[in-house]
């Protein structure tokens, strides 16, 4: 079983308009509603790749609970952790080729939710093989509070995919408790280590290489259409995809991960791996929605991706 977690989930709102009218009303003649962040994306794929997955987080309200009802219907097993404040609506209105997005905080998790769903997650972690960690801290929760949930899976000896950005990386790096994978993007990448990094391999490779990321058995920078590049132990990978037709590249990072997940979980080899994380990443890409697969088109894709040791 994969344990999927969802920090500060939401529910997705997509309001496709002709044209956006400022300082006016525009009216909708389809929202679409989704559950969302990053955690649930990864959630849909693996359900959609028949994984076996739990999905857990914080959840609170009347939208909370229309999420917990959308993964049900979706046959995707939910054990979310109640919080007394209210889980929030981001709003995307699709408009002339552009996407503007209104993106609410959250809830404020308080100093007792906060000690609770450690405990709560204890638990759950003991019931799965391995756990996926997506996205970023609600207010409230400290920037550690991945590394103490890293510990929990470590003291069980369960491994986690870690995929988010900012000062929560920045203290998992500086723990003593590691994940087992992490998946920057170059942003990403560069934002950590302060300085641009390019999509030079020799670059990659030495940025790679730095202190930071000692006791990380597997770092997989994405590199969006460059596909990817990869460092597992001492072993230096780079990913080769095929050109596609790209719809909407979001959620595109949140499917490679939901692949990553799914290739440890089955325990493959390291070829296997990047292939499956980065054809999900492409067929995520060719879809309008996020976190959805075409399956029909893997073997295809899978077998285009070159891997190149370095
Ligand atoms: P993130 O969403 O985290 O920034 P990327 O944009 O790098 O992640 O996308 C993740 C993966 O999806 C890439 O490693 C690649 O395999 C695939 N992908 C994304 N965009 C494209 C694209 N334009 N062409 C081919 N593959 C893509």
Redesign the pocket.
């Known amino acids: 079983m994969i344990l999927t977690v969802t920090m500060n989930p939401s529910v997705d709102i997509s309001y496709p308009l002709e044209k956006f009218n400022l300082d006016t009303v525009n009216r909708v003649a389809k929202a679409i509603k989704t559950p969302g962040g990053k955690g649930l994306n990864v959630t849909r794929v693996l359900k959609q790749l028949d994984d076996k997955v739990i999905a857990t987080g914080l959840i609170g309200g009347a939208l909370g609970i229309d999420i917990q009802k959308k993964l049900t219907e979706m046959r995707i097993e939910n054990k979310f952790f109640e919080i007394s404040g209210e889980t929030r609506n981001c709003i995307a209105i699709l408009h002339e080729g552009n996407q503007t997005e209104i993106l609410e905080n959250g809830p404020t998790i308080s100093q007792s939710e906060s000690e609770k769903f450690l405990e709560y997650f204890e638990k759950l972690v003991q019931e799965v093989e391995i756990i996926s960690i997506s996205g970023s801290l609600p207010n409230g929760l400290e920037d550690d509070y991945y590394s103490k949930m890293i510990e929990i899976c470590n003291k069980y000896e369960k491994p986690v995919v870690l995929d988010c950005s900012g000062r929560a990386l920045v203290e998992v790096l500086k723990n003593e408790y590691k994940p087992k994978i992490i ?1 920057p ?1 170059t942003e990403e990448l560069s934002q950590l280590i302060g300085k641009e990094v390019s999509k030079d391999i020799g670059e990659l490779k030495e940025t790679l290489k730095n202190e930071l990321f000692d006791g990380i058995e597997w770092i997989i920078v ?4 460059d ?2 590049f990869a460092k597992h132990n001492d072993k230096f990978y780079k ?1 080769n ?1 095929p050109k ?1 037709e ?1 719809v909407n ?1 979001v ?6 991960v939901a692949g990553i997940t799914s290739a440890i979980y089955e325990n493959t080899s390291d070829e296997n791996l990047l292939k499956k994380a ?1 054809t999900l ?2 067929l ?2 060719m879809e309008k929605l996020t976190g959805f697969v075409n399956l029909e088109n893997y073997e295809k894709l899978f077998s285009k991706i070159e891997i190149v040791e370095y």
């Open positions: 998946k993007n994405s590199l969006g259409a596909g990817a990913v995809v596609i790209v590249p959620g595109s990072g949140d499917s490679t980065n990443g492409m995520n890409a």
